[in-house]
């Protein structure tokens, strides 16, 4: 089963097939959420709790659970919790057959799903509606309580007899129009897509309060044009629909309407037949009248009045006023009057008891889970990864993935056969999600290292290794330009680009370090981003939605990690607690390389006399063995000559030369062409800039005799090649001695979903999460940040097991300058 990428949380809709009589296409379904909605009354308020306004962040999609529809809000009420919504899409279809299902998927954190869902009137609400409807009014006042709005792209708008007359109130679906019988209407000016001349079907929801003759929606004239729908002709309170050709051709129901209670009036003309509805069912014999013409007019649509006068004046409420330019099918009508009155759909919580795991491939590379053969969910036997932190050092080490799969049918055999046989390639995406309760958790996302058939083994298992996006950066060049005063937020995002990481896969903290001068040139993209983490003493890691996170040294006394997320007693975890001395370091080295700026100067020279065609084109890198603050643009005659012949006696061609330029941190790239008539030798050829000098090493160092004659002298070493000066490296090795002198304590946590908190914890926890731990038995109270993870799961008894590594929230808070602890006159790095 599918899931939309990038969304939280989703909802399962089912339409009762046992109230679509036909198949229905692109047919327009009222979803109602509220504390009680649906024909299952479900409580859906949680979908304002997590969104509050902001009613964009949702998205609806058929039943494959990736393919959306689109959304029109007509009404959105976070403080009453109710939201009235009305989704559809060219070539969606409700089924007779079978229910239908659809996913209502929202989630606080995604960007507006402005494609896909809209307010009346937008880009996306009008897709909901197909070419057949001619007006569509929801009867808010919208944009003032002068006027109504049409959700079609015709632009048909209302405009009231005057400012709240009527007056907008509640309607059967959100919100309708209540007309006082006295001079209340709703014009619509007369447009040409108004003048239906064939087939035809006016809708209408209406709550009377008489049984007089009125007027409910129309467009008649006295010349026996156009089209009206009325109440009341006769008694009692029957339903008249007629059309006129310069005849009368009407039909008058055998029901009447209910006084005082919300009845669903539609009528058709289908060419031959004129038929009414009420309340989605037949209210009328057929009356036969054959293929006849409606004649056009030039007065007005009104809503509650004549067309042509002030007669016929309706008092009651009046919503969801329709016209369409077609005979809307009985089976449509029905499914109509069931999905106004919210009784079409039910909705559903998934797994609400049971956990559902779920593993998939992306086979053939495009971008998506969504390939059936995707989901190898079925065949998966065992699940085991981990991520996080290496040591309590801080690097990341990269994320491991482990499955073990039933290969029987040697579908995982390279070569065997099948549909994904010739796609059983390293490198593809996979991810490991899980789904409980409604919540999508995203668990692992890496890429396929390994594909490792055992044909041997009595079960023939197959076993696939994969690795997160750490390994990528870890393989990654880079060739960057120089860039100075710059904070290590921001070089995080450059790395990320030059490695051309997805801007939208990467939440970067913003830094609290500003780095005097960094370029990443000729060294790995996850090797330079280690060098910046050091500096700032941050910490940077892929996520189980596959996102690159960085954290700056702030990052975890920010208010959300002040707070513990969760807590785990003596009940719910197999805990262990150890005073681990491997991470002891008494003496602390950082040293600082300070750059001066030198005068420009020549920095690279071709040694050799090349040709180049007429026409033609080379290439030269010229190397520096310093880094440069700036290379100057080669000057002719200055930087480049050219001639005719390589010794340089020949005419000279130097005008005729063209170069372009690269610029990188010790690095030009020259790009030569020859615009001459005859071939041209490049005579001289060199590059000059002004660049940076590394002056003598600075080392700053800082010792704690005590933990030296307990524990021997153990010496942790930081290139502080980014740091500002010598006194920000003695800050650092101050910082790292009170923090490693002494054996921290080490916590690991083994925990299993032995129930539905424990499991919704397991599922929920990443890495930088604040957690308590209490166990009274080893004297363990406080709290701890989630350091490192490592997950089994075992698909045929869905156990789950995790284990975390633990960081005291006492040593992780602060980067204290100048400071070995906190204290009265600590000075905080943020």
Partial sequence: MSWLAGWKYRIKLTIDSTNIDSDLTWFPLMVRLSASCGASSQDLTAVFDELGTESLKIAVTQADGYTENYVEIEKWDAVGEEAILWVSKSGWSVSASADTVIYLYYDSTHADNNTYVGVEGSTPGKAVWDSYFIMVHHMNDDPDTSHTKDSTTNANHGTKQAAAHPAQTTGKVGRGQQFDGTNDYIEVADAASLDVTGLITIETLAKPTNTSRQVLVGKYNTDLTGYSLEKGFTSPNLIRFGIWDGDTHD??????????????????????????????????????????TISVNNVPVRMGMQSYDTSLKFSGIEDEVRISNVS?????????????????????????????????????????????????????????????????????EVG???????????????????VISALL?????????????????????????????????????????????????????????????TLTGTIHGYILDDAGWSATMRTLDTGQDTVPYWYGQDVKARFAQEEIDDSEQGFSYIGGSGYFNFEDRYHRSTATHQTSQATFDNTMAYIT???????????????????????????????????????????????SQYFVDAWVTPASTTDYTANSLANGLGTDMTADIAITTTKFAKTIKLSIKNNGTVPAYITLLKARGTYYDD???????????????????????????????????????????????????????????????????????????????????????????????????????????AIYRLADCLNEDFWCLGFSKLGLGTKLAY
């Fill in 695 to 801: 002056q003598t090493k600075v080392t700053r160092k800082a010792e704690d005799s005590t933990s030296q004659t307990a524990y021997q002298k153990r010496t942790l070493t930081f290139d502080g090649k980014y740091m500002d000066d010598a006194d920000q490296a003695q800050d650092l090795a101050d910082y790292a001695i009170g923090k490693y002198k002494d054996p921290r304590a080490e916590l690991s946590m083994t925990i299993q979903n032995q129930d539905a908190a424990t499991l919704t914890q397991i599922l929920s926890r990443e890495i930088s999460d604040r957690i308590t731990v209490i166990n009274t038995l080893l004297g363990v109270s406080g709290d701890y940040f989630v350091d490192y993870m490592e997950h089994n799961i075992s698909m045929s008894g869905l156990w789950h097991t």
């Fill in 328 to 396: 809307r099918s009985a089976a449509w009508l029905k499914a109509t009057y069931y999905a106004c009155w919210d009784s079409l759909v039910t909705f559903s919580i998934e797994n609400a008891s049971l956990v559902q795991y779920f593993i998939e491939s992306d086979w053939d590379n495009d971008g998506d889970f969504y390939d059936t053969y995707d989901d190898i969910t079925s065949d998966v036997k065992a699940v085991s990864f981990s991520r996080g932190k290496s040591d309590e050092l801080g690097k990341a």
């Fill in 400 to 418: 491991q993935l482990s499955l073990t799969l039933n290969n029987s049918d040697g579908k995982y055999t390279p070569g065997y056969g099948g």
């Fill in 577 to 623: 607690y150890s005073l681990n001395p491997k991470n002891i370091y008494n003496q602390v080295k950082v040293t600082v390389t300070p750059w001066e700026l030198q005068a420009e100067a020549e920095l690279w020279r071709l040694e050799e006399t090349p040709s180049i065609p007429v026409g033609g084109t080379l290439i030269w890198w010229g190397d």
């Fill in 425 to 485: 390639l390293p490198k593809r995406p996979i991810e490991v999600r899980a789904l409980y309760n409604g919540v999508n958790y995203p668990l692992f996302y890496g890429f396929i290292e390994e594909i490792i058939p055992h044909p041997h083994l009595t079960e023939q298992d197959c076993i696939i290794t994969a690795v997160d996006g750490l390994d990528f950066l870890s393989r990654h060049d880079m060739a960057t330009a120089l860039y100075k005063d």
């Fill in 251 to 292: 039909i008058y129901s055998t029901t009447g309407l209910t006084v005082d209670g919300w009845n669903y009036v539609a009528a058709t003309y289908d060419g031959t037949l004129l038929n009414i509805y009420l309340n989605g069912a037949i209210a009328a014999t057929p009356v036969d009248v054959g293929a006849i």
